[in-house]
């Protein structure tokens, strides 16, 4: 739907120190009001950054979110970080389920919807990452994969207000591979009609962000395409110059 105002979000990994932080001002003090009215935008730093990271975008359009979270509120998890503490440090959302997560810490998509849950709990946005392998591309399986991890990894409740839906074709992440714009088309036109047939109203209206190796050079193509509400970046988001290329699509 043309009323669903997009959502470029980046993702920095376990990229950046302190010295980063002037990214995120460099990015807020160039996005005008003209921009900020069309695309809202948000970046996500490691966990130590996130407090300094909030403080650096007040009075920015920029919002800040984390990228994984522990489904308790508190308690015996060393190292782990609840939702309330991404929060309390200034977080408006969370990423869950990105593809890094499944592949290195074995998480299903039933963990995913306990943190997407969770990510609600302390008032968070749960940006909920799926996406096919390149093997399950090769073997034509691209939907079903898709289907199974939007119906395991959603919790009932997701609201157009609560959640957002990262399609992030795993063989495309940091790879300089993208798909091609009828395959994000199809990816995105079948997403919506799970959603809506899930969630009515909200499912119609949820952000829906392509991932994968978006740069300044596809942007604009990419962020045209059918259900396309945005964008998830790695890589290209760690350097303001190039967020601020993508974000341009916009303008
Ligand atoms: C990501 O990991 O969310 C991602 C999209 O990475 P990149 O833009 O570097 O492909």
Redesign the pocket.
């Known amino acids: 739907s043309a009323s669903i105002k997009p959502l470029v979000a980046g ?1 920095w ?1 376990m990229n950046g120190l302190r010295a980063s932080l002037g990214e995120i001002a460099a990015v807020g003090g160039d996005f005008g009001p003209t921009l900020s009215a069309r695309v809202d935008v948000m970046i996500c730093p490691p966990a130590p950054l996130l407090y300094t990271a909030a403080v650096a975008s007040v009075g920015t359009p920029v919002t800040i979110g984390a990228q994984d979270c522990h489904v308790a509120a508190s308690g015996a998890h060393t190292g782990d970080i609840s939702p309330e503490m991404l929060r309390d440090a200034g977080a408006s959302a969370v ?1 869950v389920g ?3 997560r499944r592949a290195d810490h074995g998480e299903s998509d039933e963990d995913v919807r306990a943190k997407a849950q969770a990510a609600w709990r302390a008032g968070l946005v749960a940006i909920i ?1 799926l996406g096919e392998s390149e093997g399950e591309r090769k073997a034509g399986t691209t939907l079903d994969v898709i289907a199974r991890q939007l119906s395991g990894s959603v919790p009932d409740g997701a609201t157009a207000a609560n959640t957002v839906i ?1 399609y ?1 074709p795993i063989w ?4 300089g591979l993208t798909p091609t714009a009828s395959d994000v088309a199809e990816v995105h036109a079948a997403l919506r009609k799970d959603l809506e047939s899930r969630f009515g109203v909200e499912g119609a209206a949820m952000r829906l962000l392509y ?5 300044p050079g596809n942007a604009a193509e990419l962020m045209a395409i059918a259900n396309v509400n945005g ?7 760690l350097k303001a110059q190039d967020f601020l290329g993508i974000l341009a699509a916009y303008g």
């Open positions: 993702n990994k990423i990105h593809s890094e990452c990262a992030e495309a992440i940091g790879t991932g994968g190796s978006v740069k964008a998830l970046v790695g890589g290209a988001s």
